[in-house]
């Protein structure tokens, strides 16, 4: 059974970090694809990142280019999202996902994902 578990959210002031923590587990891990993805109310789910475990490539979403960081501990089967300079904007409930077969086509499309964690809630304060 296929298991995403997201832990690191919380509440920030605008201009303070959080990092998100997403652990895999009941699959093969290697050469999936792994996302960051987030949610707020009337609003449709976007990516927000992603990363080959295969390998070192990443993609982002141009709103959080040079703000988060997605990377990847192998040994540990776990993914994390670095989210730095946060904004109100940033506001949302994030989720962790994971996608099968690479990072090719559309990485941050949430369709192209397979498996979805709970969410866990960022609130940046203005």
């Known amino acids: 059974q296929v298991q995403l578990v997201e832990s690191g959210g919380g509440s920030v002031q605008a201009g303070g970090s959080l990092r998100l923590s997403c652990i895999a587990s009941?699959?093969?891990?290697?050469?999936?694809?792994m996302g960051w993805f987030r949610q707020s109310p009337g609003k449709e789910r976007e990516g927000v990142a992603s990363?080959?475990?295969?390998?070192?490539?990443?993609y982002y979403a141009d709103s959080v280019k040079g703000r988060f960081t997605i990377s990847q501990d192998n040994a540990k089967n776990t993914v994390y999202l670095q989210m730095n300079s946060l904004k109100f904007e940033d506001t949302a409930i994030y989720y962790c996902?994971?996608?099968?077969?690479?990072?090719?086509?559309?990485?941050?499309?949430?369709?192209?994902?397979?498996?979805w964690g709970q969410g866990t809630q960022v609130t940046v304060s203005s």
């Open positions: 996902a994971a996608r099968l077969y690479g990072c090719s086509g559309f990485p941050l499309a949430p369709y192209e994902f397979d498996f």
């Open positions: 009941g699959y093969t891990y290697s050469s999936n694809c």
């Open positions: 990363i080959y475990i295969g390998g070192s490539s990443t």
